[in-house]
C-alpha cells in the first residue's frame, strides 16, 4: 500500500473541510456544475467516477475465471457473503440503528436516504483495494484475483436488482431507470473500457507496460475521488455544520458490519477447512465495498445533497484503518485458525497429493 492510500482517511478528512469551506465561498460554482446534466446523468460526476473506477478495473483480469474451482471453498464462502448476507445485513443494521435508535439525532427528512445508502454501499463489493489487503495477508494470489473477477461479472447482474429489492424492502422509491442507467454508465461500460484497454497494453508491452499504466493510472483515480467528496461536501456542507454527529453515527453500523461479515467468512473458511491463505483474502472481500461504485450510484439515484451520498462517502472514510484492523486480525489469528481439524486434514491431504505428484 502506498504511503498516499495509507492516509487516505486523512485526506477524505481534509477534503470534507475543504468542501465545506467551499461550499460557502462559492456557492455559485457547485450550482453550476449541479446544472451540468445530461439525460438527468451529471456530466462533471460521470468523468469523475470513470476517472475513479476505470483504473480500479485496469488490474482484473477476468481470465483468472477458469481459476475458480481450484478454490471452491473459499469462492462459495465469499459469495455467500457478498451476495446472500452483506447486503441484507447491512440494510437490517440500517433499520435498527439510523431508523430506530439514532433517529432523534439524525435530519428526520433524510433517514430513509441514509439508509439507502447504506444499502447501496453494502451491495458492491470491493473489487481494487481487496489486492492490496490480500497482499498484507499473504493472501493466495490466484485465488483473490479469480474471486475479485467473479464478484465483478456478477456484480453486472446482481447490483440492480438487489438495490431495487432492498430499496422497496426499506419503504424507499426505486428509480428503477436511474438505478439500471447506474449500472451500465458504471459497471458495464468501464468494464468494456478497462478490458480493452488492459488489453492492448498487455498485447503492446506485456506486464511491464502495465505495471507502468497502473503506476500512472492509480493516483488519478484516488485524486478523481477526493475530487468528487470536495464536491459532495461543497452540497452538504450546511447539514454537517448544523449536525457534525451525523458523520460519526453513521459509521457505527458500517463498522459493525465490516467486523460482522469479515468474522463470519473467516470463521466459514475454518470450518470447510481451507488454507489461511485462502480465508484471509475472503474475509476481506466478504467485508469491504467498491465505495467508488456506491458514491456514483448514490449520487445518481438521489443527488449531491442526499443522505444517501453522505453515508457512501462515510464508508470511503473509515474503510483504510477499519480494514487495517481486521488484516491485522486475520494475521495475528493465523497460528489459532490453522489448528483447527478441518484445516489440517486439508492440509494433510495437499501435502500428499503433492509427494504423489510424479
Known sequence: MSRFERYLSLWVALCIVAGVALGHL?????????????ARVNLVVAALIWLMIIPMLLKIDFSAL???????????????????VKPFSMAALGWLFVGYLFRPFLPADQVSSYIAGLIILAAAPCTAMVFVWSNLSDGEPHFTLSQ??????IMVFAFAPIVGLLLGLSAIMVPWDTLLLSVGLYIVVPIIIAQALRNRVLAAGGAAALARVLAIAQPVALIALLAMLVLLFGFQGEQIISQPLIIALLAVPIVIQVYFNSGLAYLLNRAAGEAHCVAAPSALIGASNFFELAVAAAISLFGFESGAA?????????????????????????GWYERGPAVRRSGKAIGQARQAAP
Do not use: C, Y
Not at 148 to 153: F, Y
Open 310 to 334: 453522505l453515508a457512501t462517502v462515510v464508508g470511503v472514510l473509515i474503510e483504510v484503518p477499519v480494514m487495517l484492523s481486521v488484516v491485522k486480525i486475520v494475521n495475528a489469528t493465523r
Open 26 to 38: 462559492l456557492p455559485g460554482v457547485f450550482q453550476f456544475i449541479a446544472r451540468v446534466e445530461l
Open 148 to 153: 475479485v473477477a467473479l464478484n465483478d461479472t
Open 66 to 84: 477458469g481459476h475458480v474451482k481450484e478454490h471452491w471453498r473459499g469462492i462459495g464462502v465469499t459469495l455467500f457473503i457478498n451476495w446472500a
